[in-house]
């Protein structure tokens, strides 16, 4: 009797313990098979898109801080307005039936996800600083013309990228699995070539969910 209760202490143990392993794995068939149902239905959204909005308002921040200049001839509309943008391109994206429909068609851009994309441009100093000088100084301070404009040109930009990516970026055949405290485990690979770390939180005892996406 006390062997087939240390048997099934081990066994309660070893599903415990690699109760992540497998919802990984099953992320992953998922995404071969491209089944953005099931990858749709496991993620967090109230956690991840307010830490995309944080992670892309806090490298434009950063971005800012590099060109005093843009600063001094924007100043907080500049800010808000890319903000706004920010917010609003991760509201777009990061939903269930826009999450579904990019891993059915492999990461196929559509106006949502263009829009997230040229999100991410914009705060990761990726924008023709030139030609937003001179934009700012035409427009004599209508911030909101000049973000417009230059959102356009990114997001032209930045979709023929990903088109470029979704028909030759690679994907990891063997992603980085491990534990990030008891309750959290991240998975690290590439998706379309570009590098991304998803991070699980533990719900229950065995069930897993997406909490938060790291962009690179």
Known sequence: MKKLIVLLIIIAIAIYAGSPYYSAYQLKNAYDDKDGATIAAEINYDQVRPSIQNQLTGQFATTMTKYPLISELGGEPLTEAANGFITKAVNGAITPQNI??????????????????????IASDQVDLKNLIQSLIIQRGDVDAVVKSQIQQVMKKQAAELEQQVAQGNDSEKPSLSYCGINCFSVSGQVKGYPLTIEMQREGLINWKIVDIVLP
């Open 100 to 121: 579904e429909k990019v891993i059915n068609t492999q990461g196929q851009a559509n106006t949502a996800t263009k829009e997230l994309a040229a999100a991410w441009a």
